[in-house]
């Protein structure tokens, strides 16, 4: 009989989402900017009001969403992560899946995008943690990961008090441990 391991619990970090909320404020702000004088952003790149304006209307939107989705996060008092024998609880992200059970996954690897590590978790069916999303926007989402990544269910170290390489270790010696 295999015995129990203690669960990782790992919180959210609040200073993490207070800066990506300022980012957000900040995005927006500009893109408000852009809507208000698109005249003053005309350049080389640039060369039309209506262009600049209908950035600023889309950039206002998306990072206005994110912003309110981030903001949303802050009062979340629930654990970022856990890690046990069951499996990997994700709750990190608005498109978080919930419990990834052992027995699903079948790979982890990581990958990048400019600065942002994250975690690919491949499960033995996508759908089944598709279909786990909270609402059509999450479902979209995860089914772009899956064609990006070959797995709808991505975990970052954005939104958590734990760096990247600490999570990676963690999640693949836990992993490893369940293989064997």
């Known amino acids: 009989m295999k015995t129990q391991t203690p669960p990782i619990e790992i919180a959210l970090s609040k200073k993490k989402i207070i800066l990506a909320l300022l980012g957000c404020i900040a995005f927006v702000a500009c893109s408000v900017w852009f809507i208000l004088n698109p005249e003053r952003f005309i350049s080389s790149i640039f060369r039309s009001e209506k262009i600049i304006f209908i950035v600023g209307i889309i950039g206002a939107i998306f990072f206005g969403f994110i912003g309110i989705i981030t903001a949303k996060k802050l009062t979340d008092k629930s654990k ?3 890690i046990s024998d069951e499996g990997i609880y994700d709750n990190s992200s608005a498109v978080a899946v919930g419990l990834i059970e052992w027995k699903d996954i079948t790979g982890v690897s990581k990958s990048q995008i400019m600065s942002t590590k994250f975690l690919i ?7 089944k943690y598709i279909a786990k999303a909270k609402n059509k ?31 990676e270790k963690l999640v693949t010696e836990r992993f490893l441990d369940y293989r064997n």
């Open 121 to 127: 978790i491949k499960v033995s069916d996508p759908e």
């Open 80 to 82: 970022g992560l856990i």
């Open 137 to 167: 926007l999450a479902q979209n989402s995860l089914r772009m990961n899956l064609k990006s990544y070959g797995s709808p269910i991505s975990i970052a170290s954005t939104t958590l008090e734990i760096n990247f390489e600490e999570l």
